[in-house]
C-alpha cells in the first residue's frame, strides 16, 4: 500500500486496466485525479485515502486497501419502481419502401433469443404509410406482436417525427429491451428516441446477451477504434436499448406457418415543418467499395502487390461473394484506394470469411481484423505472423496456391445448384 | 449568424499499440487530439463565418487540460471558446454528454441567439454518433446528420441546403434554421494556423463553465446521470492458429486438405458464403 509524505495510505491506479472512462475524477473531493497520457493519474500528495473512487471503478484498476464502508451504487436518481412494467424484446423495424432491411430481420432472430432466456415475447414495431406487407413479415421472421403505426406523416423518414412516434409506441407498449439496425437512419432515431425516454442506449453492439442472475441486457461493444470491447449495463432506466450493425446477427429463417398479432395504433403527432429533399442521389451498388459490410473479404499484402495478378484475385473474390481488401503497402505504393485498407490506419473489418494472401500480419493490421470470424492465410512464409493466428493455413507461392484453390473451389461448387443474389 | 461547435478532446487511436503478451492496449504516451470529424466542423464554421459574418462559438465538455483542443480550433479562426469542466460533469455517457452540452449552448443562446450547432458524425474513441442527435433533440433543433457538402446558405430566409451522406448514396435537403449538423470528413480538411492565429490563441483567454453556471443540478448530469455503465472491458480474445498445409509436399493435396477441412467444419459458413442450395455434406459423396 503505497503512503504520501504525510504518511497517509493513498490510492493508486493500475494504469493497465484503467479505461480513461473518468467516472472516478467526478468521485474525488478533493481533485487529487487527472488525466495524463489518456490514463487517470491520483497525485499521491493530494489524496486523502477517503477511498470514494474505488466503488465507481468499472475495470477495478483502483488499488487501495482500506475497508471501505458500502457505498451506495452511484446510479442515477430516477425511480426504478416502474422497471417491472416493462417486458418484452422490441425490434424497430426499419421500412424502405414497402420492404423491410434485412438488419431489421436479424434483430428479430437475435430479439428471439434474448427472449428465450427471459421467458418473453418478442414485438416488431413498424412505422410508415402503407407498410401492413412488412407487418406480416415481420410474423414470418419471429415476432409474436407487432404494432403497425400508419400515418401519412410517417410517409418519408425525418428524425423528429419519426422518434416521437417511436416514442409514443415505446412509452405504450413498454418493452425491456429495444433494438434498432444501425444503418444511418437507425442510428439517428435510436438516439433521438434514447433522449425522450431518458433512457441509455449502446451504440454498435457486436454481442448482446442477458445476465443470467440478474436478468438484464449485457451489450458488448468494440471501442477506443476497435483496441478494445465493452460491455455495457443499463441498469435502472428501460427500455435497454442498443443499435446492432448489419451483418452482424444471423438472418433467422422465414417461416410462412409461423401466427402472431398484428394490433395497430394511432400516431398522436400533428403535421409540422420538415426539411425539404431537393435531391435523392442512389449510387450503383457495385460502385460503392464498402470492406467493412463485406461478409467475405480477400485481402492483398505486400507479399502479393503485383497488379498483373489481380484478375486472379478478383475471380477468387466473385467465386465468395466476396470484396478485395489490402494492407496498408498497397495503398502506400498507389496499387488499391485506401477505402480497401485494413488495419489501425484503415478501416475495421470483422468479416465472416478473411482471406489474407501474402498478408504478413502486422500488429497494426491484425487489429483491424482480428474480430473476423474465420480466417484463411495464404502465405509463402511459413513463420508469419498471419499464419500464426489464421485459423487454416496455405504455406507457397501465392501465383501456384490461388489458382489451384480456385480450381479447387469451382469443382465443389459446381456440384450444387445455385440459388442466385436476390 | 452565430455558429456553435462542439468538439471533443480524444486520444489519438491510430497511436495505440497493442501490447503483443497481454494483448492490451498500451495507452501510455498516447497524444491527446481534438477529435477530426469535430475539427472538419469547426473549419466548416469558420468558412460560412467569413461567408456570411456572424461569430463562431466552440464548446467542449472536458478536463481542464482540454483547453488546449480549444486553443487550436481559436487558431484556425474561431471566436470564442469556452471549457465546461466540473467534477460532477465526469464519467458522463452520451446522454448526460448530450445534456451538458444542450445546457451550455442554451447559455450562449440566451446572449446571442444560436442557429447552427455543428458536431463531428462520432468521436474516434467512443465511435457513437449519439451526442449530436442527443442535442438536436434537446434543442429542438432540426437535425440533419452525416453533412458532407454545405450546398447554400440563405441567412434571409433562414434556409439552409446540405448534401448528406445515407445508404446507397446522398440526399440533398433544404431546412429551416436552427439546425444541428454532424459533419463527415468529406464536408473539408481543416485549415493551417496563421500566424497570427496561433499568437491569438494563446493569448486568448478561456471562459470556464461548472455544472452551476450551466444551470444542471449534479444528479442528473455526469456518472450519476448515466443510464448507461460499464460493467467489464477486455480484450478481444487473442486468435489461436490452426492447421498448416505446406504446398511444398504437394500443392494440389495442401489446397484439397484444406477444401475438405473448410467444407467440413466450417459447412454453415461455406453455406451462407456460397449460397449453396442443398446439403454440403454431399461435398464429401462427389
Known amino acids: 500500500m503505497p503512503k504520501n509524505s504525510k504518511g497517509r495510505e493513498v490510492a493508486e491506479i493500475i494504469r493497465k486496466k484503467c479505461s480513461g472512462c473518468h467516472a472516478c475524477i467526478g468521485e474525488c473531493p478533493v481533485d487529487a485525479i487527472d488525466i495524463v497520457d489518456s490514463v487517470v493519474f491520483i497525485e499521491p500528495e493530494k489524496c486523502i485515502g477517503c477511498g470514494k473512487c474505488v466503488p465507481v471503478c468499472p475495470t477495478d484498476s483502483i488499488l487501495f486497501n482500506k475497508p471501505l464502508k458500502k457505498v451506495s451504487e ?11 412494467e416493462y417486458k418484452g424484446v422490441a425490434v424497430y423495424i426499419e421500412a424502405r419502401g414497402n420492404v423491410a432491411a434485412d438488419v431489421s430481420w436479424e434483430l428479430v ?20 404509410q402503407n407498410v401492413a406487407n412488412i407487418a406480416h413479415e415481420a410474423v414470418y421472421y419471429g415476432c409474436d406482436k407487432v404494432y403497425l403505426m400508419e400515418s401519412p406523416l410517417l410517409q418519408t423518414y425525418f428524425s423528429r417525427v419519426y422518434g416521437k412516434a417511436l416514442t409514443q409506441l415505446t412509452n405504450e407498449v413498454k418493452p425491456g429491451i429495444m433494438l434498432v439496425g444501425a444503418t444511418s ?14 433512457t441509455g442506449l449502446t451504440a454498435d453492439c457486436t454481442g448482446l446477451d442477458i445476465d443470467p442472475n440478474e436478468k438484464l441486457l ?18 435502472n432506466h428501460r427500455p435497454q436499448m442498443s443499435t446492432v450493425r448489419p451483418k452482424v446477427m444471423r438472418m433467422p429463417s422465414r417461416d410462412l406457418t409461423r401466427k402472431g398479432e398484428i394490433i395497430e395504433v394511432k400516431f398522436n403527432g400533428k403535421v409540422e415543418e420538415v426539411p425539404r429533399i431537393i435531391e435523392t442521389i442512389t449510387l450503383d451498388p457495385s460502385s460503392i467499395i464498402d470492406i467493412t459490410h463485406s461478409p467475405v473479404l480477400v485481402v492483398i499484402g505486400k507479399g502479393a ?21 489490402c494492407s496498408r503497402p498497397l495503398v502506400e505504393a498507389g496499387i488499391l484506394p485506401y477505402a480497401r485498407q485494413v488495419g489501425q490506419t484503415g478501416k475495421t473489418v470483422a468479416p465472416k470469411l478473411y482471406i489474407g494472401i501474402g498478408v504478413s500480419g502486422a500488429v497494426q493490421h491484425l487489429v483491424g481484423m482480428q474480430s473476423s470470424e474465420k480466417v484463411i492465410a495464404i502465405n509463402a512464409d511459413r513463420n508469419a505472423a498471419m499464419v500464426k493466428v489464421a485459423d487454416y493455413s496455405l504455406v507457397g507461392e501465392y501465383q501456384k496456391v490461388v489458382p489451384e484453390l480456385i480450381r479447387g473451389l469451382k469443382a465443389r461448387t459446381a456440384n450444387f445448384q445455385f440459388q442466385g443474389a436476390k | 449568424m452565430h455558429i456553435v461547435c462542439c468538439i471533443k478532446q480524444v486520444p489519438d487511436t491510430t497511436q495505440v499499440k497493442i501490447d503483443p503478451v497481454t494483448n492490451t492496449l498500451i495507452r501510455a504516451g498516447v497524444a491527446s487530439i481534438t477529435n477530426p470529424y469535430d475539427l472538419v466542423g469547426v473549419e466548416a464554421a469558420i468558412k460560412l463565418k467569413e461567408k456570411y459574418g ?11 487540460a482540454a483547453k488546449v483542443q480549444l486553443r487550436e480550433c481559436l487558431s484556425l479562426g474561431a471566436t470564442q471558446a469556452v471549457l465546461i469542466s466540473d467534477r460532477f460533469l465526469a464519467g458522463a455517457d452520451t446522454l448526460a454528454t448530450s445534456l451538458t452540452l444542450s445546457s451550455a449552448i442554451l447559455k450562449l443562446h440566451a446572449d446571442d441567439p444560436v442557429q447552427i450547432v455543428i458536431c463531428g458524425k462520432q468521436a474516434i474513441d467512443g465511435d457513437t454518433a449519439q451526442v449530436g442527435p442527443g442535442i438536436a433533440t434537446r434543442l429542438g433543433f432540426t437535425q440533419l446528420t452525416y453533412v458532407s457538402e454545405i450546398i447554400s446558405l440563405d441567412k434571409e430566409k433562414g434556409l439552409i441546403t446540405v448534401r448528406r451522406e445515407i445508404e446507397g448514396g446522398s440526399q440533398v435537403v433544404e431546412a429551416k434554421l436552427p439546425v444541428l449538423l454532424t459533419v463527415e470528413l468529406e464536408l473539408g480538411a481543416p485549415r493551417y494556423a496563421s ?14 463553465w461548472t455544472a452551476k453556471e450551466i444551470e444542471t443540478p449534479p444528479e442528473i448530469v455526469g456518472l450519476k446521470g448515466s443510464p448507461t455503465s460499464v460493467r467489464t472491458i477486455f480484450a478481444p480474445p487473442p486468435r489461436k492458429g490452426g492447421p498448416v498445409f505446406e504446398s511444398s509436399s504437394g500443392l494440389e493435396k495442401a489446397v484439397d486438405s484444406l477444401l475438405n477441412e473448410l467444407f467440413e467444419k466450417e459447412s454453415l459458413l461455406v453455406q451462407e458464403i456460397i449460397k449453396v442450395d442443398g446439403k454440403v455434406e454431399h461435398a464429401k459423396e462427389q
Open chain 1, 109 to 128: 432472430g437475435k430479439a428471439r433469443e434474448l427472449a428465450a432466456k427471459l421467458d418473453t415475447q418478442v414485438y416488431g414495431f413498424v412505422l410508415g
Open chain 1, 305 to 325: 502487390c503485383d497488379s498483373r495478378d489481380f484478375s486472379m484475385f478478383e475471380e477468387l473474390a466473385g467465386l465468395l461473394n466476396g470484396t478485395i481488401a
Open chain 2, 54 to 64: 456572424g461569430k463562431v462559438s466552440v464548446i467542449t465538455m472536458g478536463i481542464p
Open chain 1, 218 to 235: 449485457l451489450m458488448t461493444r468494440p471501442t477506443f477504434g476497435g483496441n478494445i470491447m465493452a460491455t455495457i449495463l443499463c441498469r
Open chain 2, 195 to 208: 500566424l497570427p492565429g496561433l499568437v491569438r490563441a494563446i493569448r486568448e483567454k478561456i471562459e470556464t
Open chain 1, 74 to 84: 452511484a446510479v442515477p436518481t430516477k425511480s426504478t419502481s416502474g422497471i417491472s
Open chain 1, 185 to 198: 437512419l437507425g442510428r439517428d432515431l435510436a438516439s433521438v428516441v434514447a433522449t425522450h425516454l431518458k
